[in-house]
């Protein structure tokens, strides 16, 4: 344990970690409500990742296409993750003292951090190719690194939450 529960927030969560910690179908729906969004959310993010390390410099319509389908997709990606720290902050309450106290735990929330502002960073990298026009080379370069970072970061978390289950 690397933090001690403040009582605060043992007295707030206390109510709902005693009801999800009988309810067999709450664990359910917050289980799924959380992994759900990661596998939408984190799915599409990880084609359309792929997809941009892959268009070709050369192919113009290609790359206007695909800034397109990026722009598109941004309302399911952060509407996925939103939903997924929601479910997570519930998770989080039903179990206060093996997560607060998890070195995990803290590292995952540091990794979604770094996440977040790569999608900023990545939002605001579309934003200059679409103004400056899809033969950007630079523009795109820092497109890929911020898909390649994403990507990264997908695996990462998915791995985090993984050893949070298991190990925390």
């Given at each position: 344990?690397i933090?001690?529960?403040?009582?605060?927030?043992?007295?707030?969560?206390?109510?709902?970690?005693?009801?999800?910690?009988?309810?067999?179908?709450?664990?359910?729906?917050?289980?799924?409500?959380?992994?759900?969004?990661?596998?939408?959310?984190?799915?599409?993010?990880?084609?359309?990742?792929?997809?941009?390390?892959?268009?070709?410099?050369?192919?113009?319509?290609?790359?206007?296409?695909?800034?397109a389908?990026?722009?598109s997709?941004?309302?399911?990606?952060?509407?996925?993750?939103?939903?997924?720290?929601?479910?997570?902050?519930?998770l989080?309450?039903?179990?206060?003292?093996?997560?607060?106290?998890?070195?995990?735990?803290?590292?995952?929330?540091?990794?979604?951090?770094?996440?977040?502002?790569?999608?900023?960073?990545?939002t605001?990298?579309?934003?200059?190719?679409?103004?400056?026009?899809?033969?950007?080379?630079?523009?795109?370069?820092?497109?890929?690194?911020?898909?390649f970072?994403?990507?990264?970061?997908?695996?990462?978390?998915?791995?985090?939450?993984?050893a949070?289950?298991?190990?925390?």
């Amino acid at each position: 344990m690397i933090l001690a529960v403040p009582q605060l927030l043992t007295d707030l969560a206390d109510p709902w970690a005693k009801l999800y910690s009988h309810s067999n179908v709450l664990a359910t729906i917050f289980g799924f409500l959380h992994v759900a969004p990661i596998i939408v959310g984190g799915g599409m993010a990880i084609a359309l990742d792929r997809t941009t390390l892959r268009v070709r410099r050369d192919d113009q319509d290609a790359r206007t296409r695909h800034l397109a389908e990026l722009a598109s997709a941004h309302r399911v990606v952060i509407g996925s993750l939103a939903l997924s720290i929601i479910s997570g902050v519930a998770l989080l309450a039903a179990d206060l003292e093996t997560f607060f106290g998890s070195w995990i735990f803290w590292a995952k929330m540091a990794l979604i951090g770094v996440l977040l502002e790569n999608v900023a960073l990545m939002t605001r990298s579309e934003r200059a190719i679409a103004a400056a026009g899809p033969s950007t080379d630079a523009q795109w370069n820092r497109l890929r690194t911020n898909a390649f970072t994403s990507l990264a970061l997908w695996l990462i978390i998915t791995f985090a939450g993984m050893a949070l289950m298991n190990l925390a």
